[in-house]
């Protein structure tokens, strides 16, 4: 197969949802922008986390092998460009790529970038070095490599067991930096150094975290920013407040409801607000392994009672959307139809009917209006998480089910269920990539670490690989469809709704793009400016 030849000068910047163009007017270098921090990440570590709290800002320090184009709305193969990888080439039926790396980039420390980052990197990810991740909850991502084989300091190949065409997209997401091999994981927790258009300065806990312009970054004429500021702000009010009077260039990204966007747009109309959906769905979590919910009709009863209108209507004003494993379409490349997914439990907008389906299995399970069953249904301490809890502990109530909310800090949510250390919980899935390689494999696959709930079906990860491997698209968007359905049906991890939130910014604010089906990959900020 001919190598993929795609110039840094020539990216295309095609726009959808763009506030400002970075190449509609001579951009002004200079500056610092001040980005909103909604809470503290509980590290600067990218490939530990699992929260676009971490991404925004830390993605500037960094750069991937490739990365999505930073300004077109819709990621997808189509859209991917080169970032430390000038080219790439598949080979031997889809089972090797290889990069041809760009030369002399160096290390924030100014140690040359070689291609053994590269090997390093996917071999921490694979857990294969002395040095470990404390979390890894993208380890199932690469699975399917076999090796990382350098070829002198410019050129390096993955070697997979079997062809998957979807490895490059999720080397392309903000998920994906690649990372010193010189450079401990611990250090990387605190004081991390990459390649990217910004170095670190300073992440004080709860307060502040501060990037400053890397001057001898490789793609010459980048950065714009001398820095980039994101005060911590926990409480939305005060965040907004702080936007409104010009105290923060951009609110933290996908934060704003639509009440709070018609109230920035009274206060400050100038300001350039974007609604998009996230590709983060918000979705019903069952310890399976823990009794009562070990009983596959109480949570099939759990899922049968949810009135997900009832969320879109009262968290979204109608602004979500219903969906399974994947985004709905049109943003979302791989949802199911709607009347398909309407056969599903739960989907149906007959909600009567199926709670009294629901009644029936709560009773089967020896439930009823004599004996109510009691639990905690656990969350994290953010607004967009704590809202929706309220609802479903509400729903439950119609089913017997009488919820207490158990309210848990950030640093340790993430942590908490992947120990599987919880009962029942309302959580946000955000899907990095859309594709269902990185849903399927990362929230369903038997002993993924972000598998939380504990399902698994190796019968159905067979399908996983079948579809992995399907070249043509129709053929694949089917297999995708039966897949996910199976996956509603067996309650595995019951999609509520997937919302969508605007993010605001200020009039002479440019360069900055709202992603469409992704709220994790669009944070580089090398082309962002400021007219002032």
């Not at 969350?379 to 502990?393: F, K």
């Not at 946000?428 to 972000?450: H, I, K, M």
Request: with cysteine; charged share 20%.
């Amino acid at each position: 197969m001919a190598m993929k030849q795609l110039g840094l000068g020539g990216l295309s910047l095609a726009l959808a949802l763009v506030g400002s163009v970075a190449g509609a007017q001579t951009p002004k270098s200079g500056g610092t922008l001040k980005i909103y921090q909604r809470d503290s990440p509980a590290s600067a570590s990218i490939h530990e986390e699992a929260t676009f709290s971490n991404n925004v800002p830390f993605m500037g320090i960094f750069n991937n092998l490739v990365i999505f184009d930073q300004h077109i709305a819709q990621n997808s193969p189509d859209t991917i460009r080169p970032e430390l990888a000038d080219s790439w080439a598949w080979g031997d039926g889809g089972k090797t790529l290889t990069f041809k790396l760009h030369p002399g980039v160096k290390w924030h420390d100014g140690k040359p970038f070689t291609a053994n980052d590269v090997k390093c990197t996917i071999d921490l990810l694979q857990g294969k070095l002395a040095d470990k991740f404390r979390k890894n909850p993208r380890k199932s991502w690469y699975d399917n490599v076999q090796a990382v084989v350098p070829n002198g300091d410019l050129e390096v190949a993955f070697k997979l067991d079997r062809p998957q065409p979807s490895l490059l997209s999720m080397l392309a997401s903000g998920y994906s930096p690649i990372y010193p091999c010189h450079v401990s994981t611990a250090k990387m927790r605190t004081s991390p150094i990459g390649t990217g258009p910004f170095k670190f300065v300073e992440f004080k806990q709860n307060e502040d975290i501060k990037l400053v312009r890397n001057p001898d970054y490789w793609r010459q004429g980048r950065p714009y920013l001398d820095a980039i500021e994101f005060p911590i702000i926990t409480n939305r009010a005060t965040a907004m407040l702080a936007f409104m009077s010009g105290k923060v260039d951009i609110t933290m990204p996908t934060e704003v409801t639509q009440a709070i966007r018609r109230d920035i747009m009274k206060q400050a109309p100038k300001s350039v607000c974007m609604t998009a959906p996230t590709n983060v769905g918000l979705n019903l979590i069952v310890n399976r392994n823990k009794p009562p919910f070990d009983n596959a009709d109480l949570r099939r009863a759990m899922a049968l009672t949810i009135d997900r209108k009832a969320f879109i209507d009262i968290l979204f004003e109608g602004e979500a959307d219903m969906g399974g494993a994947l985004l709905p379409q049109p943003e979302g490349i791989w949802g199911m139809p709607k009347d398909m997914l309407a056969t599903l439990p739960g989907y149906s907008p007959d909600v009567a009917a199926s709670r009294t389906a629901a009644k029936a299995l709560m009773a089967k399970t020896g439930y009823g209006p004599d004996k109510h069953l009691a639990i905690k249904v656990s969350t994290r301490n953010l607004a967009t998480y704590r809202d929706p809890a309220v609802i479903l502990l509400d729903q439950l109530k119609e089913i017997y089910i009488d919820a207490e909310l158990d309210v848990v800090e950030t640093s340790v949510w993430f942590g908490k269920i992947d120990r599987k250390d919880y009962t029942v919980g309302m959580n946000l899935t955000g899907n990095a990539v859309d594709d269902p390689d990185q849903s399927f494999y990362e929230n369903y696959a038997c002993g993924s670490e972000r598998n939380v709930t504990g399902y698994c079906s190796p019968e159905l990860q067979k399908q996983f690989d079948a579809q992995s491997q399907e070249t043509d698209m129709a053929k694949r968007k089917q297999m995708v469809w039966s897949i996910d359905a199976q996956l509603q049906n067996d309650v595995a991890r019951p999609t509520i709704v997937y919302g969508r939130a605007a993010t605001c910014w200020a009039p002479d604010v440019h360069g900055y793009t709202a992603m469409t089906n992704t709220s994790y990959n669009g944070y580089r900020f090398e082309d962002m400016w400021l007219d002032r």
